[in-house]
């Protein structure tokens, strides 16, 4: 039997169940949403996908701003327990799913108005094809709002962590483009304070927006 190794689904399912009684993540949720609502122009009858979604928390955030939610997660547990979360809120028009983007896309009559990852690029080995699907799934002049680490010196995970050690704009900023996305704004909006070698450390996490450029947009623009 293999070990199971922090970061990865099962590290995150044994997690799950105990992962909304952390205030302080209860708070950076609502401090995410927030902070979306202050960049993107949310409508109550847009559909929103929330990818990474973990229990919902972020998503229930939005919840009263926005129409429907489809939340998906690659980790059963985490999928488990936003389910019932959902249940519980009786809160209509949410709905969980496992799927990871990386190894498949949605199907093409999944089109959402606004798409939200909250800390799940630095998990994502290649993060120009998750925008790319991510893109492929967001409505034309649809919106994305990607919440995830400034960059840091490795400090902010165990030294086990392989993934990403948060990023630069500039990448940002050509990913999303390639991915189909413009009018990009990049912000930090919270911080998230760890303990590093028995001493505080705060690591920034920025908030970036962009819109879906449509055909008629990249060629009036040309």
């Known amino acids: 039997m293999s070990r199971m190794t922090k970061y990865d689904a099962r590290w995150f399912a044994s997690q799950a169940a105990t992962w909304n009684d952390d205030p302080r993540k209860v708070e950076r949720a609502r401090q995410a949403a927030d902070a979306i609502a202050a960049e993107v122009p949310l409508d109550p009858s847009w559909r929103v996908l929330d990818y990474g979604a973990g229990t919902g928390l972020l998503a229930f955030a939005l919840a009263d701003r926005v129409g429907e939610i489809l939340l998906l997660d690659f980790s059963d547990g985490m999928v488990e327990a936003a389910r019932r979360r959902i249940a519980e809120s ?25 798409v939200i990852s909250m800390m799940v690029l630095h998990h994502v080995d290649d993060v120009p094809l998750l925008l790319t699907r991510l893109s492929a799934a967001t409505t034309e002049d649809g919106w994305i709002a990607v919440l995830d680490l400034e960059p840091e010196q490795g400090e902010y995970h165990d030294p086990e962590f392989t993934g990403h050690q948060g990023f630069r704009r500039g990448m940002l900023r050509r990913a999303l483009a390639k991915a189909g996305f413009g009018h990009l704004t990049v912000r930090q909006v919270l911080q998230i304070e760890k303990q590093v070698d028995g001493a505080p450390r705060k690591f920034g996490v920025f908030l970036a927006t962009a819109r879906k450029e449509t055909v008629r947009s990249a060629v009036g623009a040309s």
């Open 90 to 114: 009786g809160r209509p028009g949410m709905r969980a799913e496992r799927h990871d983007l990386t190894q498949a896309p949605l199907p093409a009559t999944e089109q959402f108005d606004l």
